[in-house]
């Protein structure tokens, strides 16, 4: 194997691993822009990746598939929401919380549907793999290495772009995105602009949970190729916490903050052992260690479009205005 | 008579009291097979590929001894902490009389609550330790297995490289896996190299995949692993290349990668112990064992083995379970051209569970 398709090989790696990172972290951008701390990224991608796999194994379908799982993301951030905004109840803890649950609750999900069907049988079918599973566009993927990198990807990798995009121009460039960040930066002045708080978190919070779902649903039928094993998303909610900081809260820069992630993720599996040889577990650090080091520079430079939204973590309490 | 005599007296009484028990082999007095209570403390759930295996094992147990379902109390996704410590004593509260633990990190744990609880037995598997009396440890030799599947994966490879996804460095279950493996596909292909990748864990799905990935992009065309998820066989299928499973006949995630899987049989062993506990005759002895005793085996070769394996891994069975042949019989060179096993020397249990297997590598086996 040559070193050239070695790294057309870790390129293409990056961007696999890169794509349920940034359905995470879009979601949760989409939630702190309202001023809401979601800790439940992973719970929301394990409800997203087990109702993702229920949808597509019971109905057939790769709609049905992505319908539940982004519905599922959104019932995980709807309790989320009811509890933080309507309860005002802490956000970090019921975060954390809606994490512990998800994660339990997809895993006890699939031992149920595996222990009711033959072994051997739960897994999705061909019919939905092919919508989902990495395209072949005939003669565009043959183009030597920008067909492997660019037009051999699955539709959810084309769709979290779109996504992106058109999330950075609903933030930037429409009134609705305007207000959000109003609530988000400073909710009392948004109250007094006659902007609904309440309804405003409500919205972004579950739109938020559901791409969350989308990701989750990434894991479990494009990377686990339709077969749903316990512990499937294994952290990488987490990384999408942590992604969330290092773009800045940014949508666009999202997508290059994800392959990057994405690559330090996979790097440590093309670096041959005999050039350098450093221990698994420094790799597995990289992205937190990077995330560090960017949260030490912007404090550093005191941007104020580079902060966390003002008003993210603090539940807005009408009466103590 | 002074209260001297009369405590002297009851000592001695006491001391006849205790001395048959304590000269016949089991401190353990025998219980019906309707009282009895197993423990299982499990690190994963039912569903992964190695706590799985186990509970098929003490599912086979319970009904071989026509145990009821109110006998056997799991806890399952135990961590290795103290939620091992928790899961124990909950289990002894609930009356067990024997309770197994599957994870390498459960060892400590079931050592000390043992020594708190002489009356029940801990029995640990994939550990060394002993306290001789109610702890042991049981394993089994699962390289005979790997030694077979090796077989299936060296006559299939056309590439002559075979990847595989390996737990953690430096752990002698592991490399002793991983150089079984190897001499198998050495025995029918000899050209054949084993690219290793370590993932520094147990299971994880992503990564193992990922991992897959990574060892065919370097030209491997079968993938074999020792990790807990069946990733690595769906990236061998997605890619339509061959893959060796492990823990289960991950043949149906796989149908036209999977090649067969070294598979345990727990069972054997759960059955054996607890039968022993029911009649009064366990001891704590180690339990080591392997083919020959059904511990450990291959699961059926599918469609996609190449012509002849059926006959070459037979042939090889036969010789391991003569007796006079196993896996590790010398010569055998590490992967640094070293001679570490004379010729007609057999590596001892020792350093097969230990010792030098903790870093050796034998040749042919690449790190990458």
């Known amino acids: 194997m ?29 939630i702190e822009k309202s001023g809401n701390l979601n800790l439940g990224v992973e719970g929301m991608m394990y409800l997203g990746a087990i109702f993702g796999f229920l949808g597509g194994f019971i109905f057939d379908s790769a709609a049905m598939a992505l319908l539940f799982a982004f519905a599922a993301g959104m019932a995980g951030a709807a309790i989320y929401a009811f509890i933080t905004v309507t309860l005002k109840a802490n956000q970090n803890v019921t975060g954390l919380t809606l994490t512990i649950f998800g994660t339990g609750a997809a895993n006890f999900i699939g031992e149920i549907i595996k222990d009711s069907h033959a072994a051997g049988t739960v897994f999705i079918s061909d019919k939905v793999k092919n919508v989902l599973l990495p395209l072949d566009m005939g003669i565009l993927s043959d183009i030597p290495v920008i067909g492997k990198l660019l037009f051999s990807h ?30 988000g930066e400073n909710p009392a002045a948004a109250d007094a602009m006659g902007i609904s708080v309440s309804k405003y978190k409500y919205i972004h919070i579950l739109l938020g949970g559901g791409i969350c779902g989308l990701g989750g649903a990434y894991v479990s039928l494009v990377t686990a190729v339709g077969n749903w094993q316990p512990n499937i998303i294994g952290g990488q909610g987490w990384i999408a916490l942590a992604l969330v900081i290092f773009s800045s809260w940014s949508p666009t820069r999202a997508i290059f903050g994800a392959l990057i992630f994405g690559a330090l993720s996979v790097l440590r599996l093309y670096i041959p052992k005999n050039i350098i040889d450093i221990p698994g577990a420094l790799f597995s650090m990289l992205p937190f260690i990077v995330t560090c080091l960017v949260l030490i520079f912007s404090s550093i430079k005191q941007k104020r479009e580079h902060q966390q939204p003002a008003g993210c973590g603090v539940n807005f309490f009408r009466e103590e205005r | 008579m002074s209260k001297k005599l009369i405590s002297v007296m009851l000592v001695l009484i006491l001391a006849l009291a205790i001395l ?49 379902d109110d006998q056997v109390l799991y806890k399952f996704n135990v961590a290795e902490n103290s939620e091992c410590e928790t899961a124990l004593r909950e289990l002894v509260d609930a009356g067990c009389h024997i309770i197994f633990g599957n994870s390498w990190g459960f060892m400590d744990y079931m050592e000390e609550v043992a020594d708190e609880y002489p ?22 030799r699962i390289y005979q297995a790997r030694f ?18 390996a737990a953690w460095p430096d752990n002698a279950e592991v490399n002793g896996g991983i150089n079984a493996f190897a001499l198998g596909i050495q025995s029918v292909n000899p050209e054949a190299k084993v690219y290793v990748k370590y993932i520094n864990s147990w299971g994880d799905p992503t990564l193992e995949k990922q991992t897959a990935e990574a060892l065919l992009s370097l030209g491997c065309d079968v993938i074999a692993q020792h990790v807990d ?10 890619q339509d290349k061959f893959g060796v499973g492990y823990n289960t006949d991950m043949t149906s995630i796989a149908p036209n990668a999977h090649l067969t899987a070294p598979i345990w049989h727990w069972e054997s062993v759960y059955t054996a112990q607890v039968k022993d506990r029911i009649q009064g005759e366990w001891v704590p002895k180690n339990y080591f064992i392997g083919l020959a005793e059904n511990m450990v085996d291959i699961s059926p070769l599918s469609k ?13 069975r ?4 003569s007796g006079d042949w196993d896996v590790f019989y010398g010569p055998i060179y590490s992967n640094t051209d070293e001679l570490v096993v004379n010729e007609g020397a057999m590596l001892e249990d020792d350093d097969i569970t230990g010792g030098l297997m903790t870093h050796l590598l034998v040749k042919g086996v690449d790190v990458k």
């Open chain 2, 229 to 238: 998820s069946a990733m690595p066989q769906v990236a061998a299928e997605e």
């Open chain 1, 154 to 183: 699955s539709i959810l990798t084309y769709f979290v772009i779109i996504l992106s995009v058109s999330m950075s121009i609903y933030l930037n460039r429409s009134r609705h995105g305007l207000n959000l960040r109003a609530v």
């Open chain 2, 318 to 321: 036969a010789k391991i379970l």
């Open chain 2, 119 to 140: 009356e029940v037995i801990f029995s640990h598997c994939s550990g060394y330790k002993n306290n001789g009396v109610n702890f042991n440890n049981y394993f089994g």
């Open chain 2, 20 to 68: 048959p028990a304590a000269l016949s082999e089991s401190t353990f007095d025998p219980i019906s097979s309707e009282e009895i209570k197993v423990g299982a403390v499990f690190i994963g759930p039912k569903d992964d590929g190695f706590s799985g295996a186990h509970y098929n094992g003490i599912e086979g147990m319970k009904t071989a001894l026509n145990l009821r």
């Open chain 2, 304 to 316: 996609n083995v190449a012509e002849g394996t059926a006959e070459k891994i037979e042939a090889a």
């Open chain 1, 2 to 30: 040559t070193f050239a398709q070695q790294l057309l090989a870790f390129f293409y790696a990056a961007v696999l691993a890169s794509v349920p990172l940034l359905y995470g972290t879009l979601g949760e951008i989409l």
């Open chain 2, 148 to 165: 077979l599947s090796g077989i299936a994966a060296g006559l299939k490879t056309q590439s002559n490289l075979v990847g595989y996804v």
